[in-house]
Nanobody, 123 residues
Framework: QVQLVESGGGLVQAGGSLRLSCAAS????????IRWHRQAPGKQRELVAT???????SYADSMKGRFTISRDNNKNTVYLQMNNLKPEDTAVYYC?????????????????WGQGTQVTVSS
């Protein structure tokens, strides 16, 4: 069983910083990419950032320069460093991964999601 577990959310004042973590665990053959998404109340889920395991990270335009996605290959963990947070960044943040489990016969990735972590930015 492959799991993604987010942590690091919380309450922060505008202008502050948080670092979210997404830890992948279980019998993993290969991680292709992990993404961070967020969903604010009453809004659709939106993509925040993507980090391919063998490529260059990418960001939504509104997060460029403020958010940084990184990974620790040894720990199968992805981080989202969020700086200069704004009230409009308030949302539940989810990580999502394209992961090939060890049991896969066809060596194809499966889409896994974490449970989400709440980020609240006060003005």
């Amino acid at each position: 069983q492959v799991q993604l577990v987010e942590s690091g959310g919380g309450l922060v004042q505008a202008g502050g910083s948080l670092r979210l973590s997404c830890a992948a665990s279980g019998r993993i053959r290969r991680i292709n990419a992990i993404r961070w998404h967020r969903q604010a109340p009453g809004k659709q889920r939106e993509l925040v950032a993507t980090i391919p395991w063998g490529g260059t990270p990418s960001y939504a335009d509104s997060m460029k320069g403020r958010f940084t996605i990184s990974r620790d290959n040894n720990k199968n963990t992805v981080y989202l460093q969020m700086n200069n947070l704004k009230p409009e960044d308030t949302a539940v943040y989810y990580c999502n991964g394209d992961i090939v489990p060890m049991y896969s016969v066809l060596d194809r990735p499966i889409d896994y999601w974490g449970q989400g972590t709440q980020v609240t930015v006060s003005s």
